[in-house]
């Protein structure tokens, strides 16, 4: 009941922050913010901690924006196939195409162990581009960058698959005259 | 399926008792009433805020040079308008009427003795009935003002610092209420708050510069008329307009009637009436259609219950107060019904 509604003090806020700005600079989508811009993200960023198997979001809800663990570690699976798909630590993030298009999740996100976790939502960085326009162009300018280079990632994968696919039509017609 | 074991759950439920006990605690006394204007204004004058951090002022400066201003207008209210009002309050509660309301008093009178006099009104005086409604009208406005004299300078020095700080620390509150949310339900919550903002804000300044406009139109109309009283009537129109359906008529009957009563000519009446359809139509064609973005739909029925609770438990205000209000409580359970269908909590 305490806890409800006192406030919980860091040991040590400012070295948490600290701690927090290096974490946020290190990702893709920050990367381009000074430390004043960056400290106007930490300040609409939600703090929020995990308990092991505790769930984050659900695959199919809808998709408010993406998080970072500062520290702990979560597990991406998905529903449909019951697949772990990948396994995140310390300094990563997920769900950061939300962001941009408010889409439902992909896959369910389940705290694998005791994780610290900050959201970082569409609303808040939609307030900030009307408050700090400045910031809000570099962090969309990252999160773009981000999807290109998704986007390559996937083409060329597609282009990968194509080419053994087309290698593999190929490969009976050859064989025949044999 | 949500139980009651679920520590999750319980949590919530726990706040939402809270958050009830909160409100109905508020509602006991008049802070309700001064916290709903500040948390109106804070709304209201938010996208101000926003714009002059986006020109690199900080929240908190931003925050006192609102609260500044404020002062001054309140400041420069009082010692302008307060004569003025006070002039035409005293007016209306001595309950004199002009030579020309007698005549037509008189007349009236005539109609009302040949024409109903099998009605039982043959013997009623009208110009004594006009004195003492007039009267009691203004002494109770007077009443109000002299009883209520600490209740409204608390309520001038209150609502601005409320409003100071509400803007000051939206961002803080906003988290810290976030902050307190069970983990399940955290992204929902945001969902919801986002929703809700972005409905209410629309709605609530919408209102707020339909009634500024509609008040001022009919300020500057009513003067020009020589309607007297302009300067609470004016501004009664505007707050009135808040009321869909019933607003319009609150705000231009009592204006028509003195404007009848102090000229004693129906066409006084008349000219009123035209001034009034003119800003129904000016309100419908023009000011809402550019400032309403958008409107919660409220039932004809609903609203008249709602200004008659309203009315009720805090008089004037209170019913003024009732419409957004409840197109606040409209916008929390519907998009709390629709944002609850997208998630799916066990």
């Given amino acids: ?178 | 399926m949500i139980t009651f074991r679920d520590p999750s759950t319980r949590k919530m439920l726990l706040l939402l008792t809270a958050l009830v006990l909160i409100v109905l605690l508020c509602a006991i006394g008049g802070i309700a009433q001064m916290l709903i204007i500040a948390l109106l204004l804070a709304y209201i004058l938010d996208p101000l805020v926003i714009r002059m951090e986006a020109r690199g002022i900080s929240r908190t400066a931003a925050a006192t040079i609102i609260l500044l201003t404020m002062t001054a207008l309140i400041v420069i209210g009082i010692i302008t308008v307060v004569p003025a009002l006070k002039a035409q309050m005293v007016g209306m509660s001595s309950g004199e009427s002009s030579a020309k309301t007698d005549l037509a008093l008189a007349n009236l009178q005539e109609v009302v003795r040949t024409k109903m006099g099998w009605l039982g009104f043959g013997d009623i005086d009208l110009k004594v009935k006009l004195a003492e409604f007039k009267a009691s009208f203004g002494k109770r406005i007077v009443d109000f003002i002299v009883s209520d004299f600490v209740g409204i300078v608390l309520a001038l020095v209150t609502i601005p610092f409320l409003m100071f700080f509400l803007i000051k620390d939206a961002l803080t509150l906003k988290k810290g209420l976030i902050r307190i949310v069970p983990n399940r339900y955290f992204e929902f919550s945001l969902d919801l708050i986002h929703k809700m903002d972005q409905q209410l804000g629309n709605y609530l300044r919408g209102q707020f510069i339909d009634a500024v406009s509609i008040g001022t139109l009919a300020t500057i109309g009513l003067g020009a008329l020589g309607v007297p009283y302009f300067f609470l009537l004016g501004p009664f129109s505007g707050l009135a307009n808040l009321i869909p359906y019933v607003g319009p008529f609150a705000g231009g009957i009592p204006s028509m009637i003195i404007a009848v009563m102090e000229n004693g000519d129906l066409s006084a009446g008349g000219n009123v009436a035209l001034l009034f359809l003119g800003l129904k139509l000016a309100d419908d064609l023009c000011i809402q259609p550019l400032s309403v973005s958008s409107s919660v739909h409220l039932h004809p029925a609903l609203v008249l219950a709602t200004c008659i609770i309203g009315g009720n438990l805090f008089g004037l205000i209170g019913m003024l107060l009732s419409v957004p209000v409840t197109g606040f409580i409209k916008v929390v359970i519907t998009e709390s019904v629709q944002t609850l269908k997208a998630y799916r909590f066990s």
Avoid: W
């Avoid at chain 1, 962090?139 to 080419?163: H, M, P, W």
């Fill in chain 1, 1 to 178: 009941m305490k806890g409800l509604f006192v406030k919980k003090k860091a040991a040590h806020p400012e070295q948490d922050d600290a701690e927090l700005l290096k974490v946020l600079k290190a990702l893709p989508v920050f990367e381009n913010l000074d430390r004043r811009e960056l400290a106007a993200v930490l300040r609409i960023l939600h703090e929020r901690e995990y308990q092991p198997d505790e769930v984050v979001f659900r695959e199919e809800e809808p998709g408010m924006g993406m998080y970072i663990i500062q520290k702990g570690r979560v597990m991406i699976r998905s529903e449909k196939g019951n697949l772990l798909l990948a396994e995140l630590g310390d300094g990563a993030f997920f769900g950061e195409i939300s962001l941009l298009d408010a889409s439902p999740r992909s896959a369910t996100v389940i705290a694998k162990e005791k994780s610290r976790i900050f959201g970082f939502f569409q609303p808040d960085l939609y307030g900030l581009i009307e408050r700090n326009p400045t910031a809000g162009v570099k962090i969309v300018l990252g999160l773009s960058r981000l999807v290109c280079e998704r986007l390559r990632q996937t083409n060329k994968r597609a282009y990968d698959f194509n080419e053994a696919l087309q290698q593999m039509r190929q490969a009976p017609k050859q064989e025949k005259p044999a």
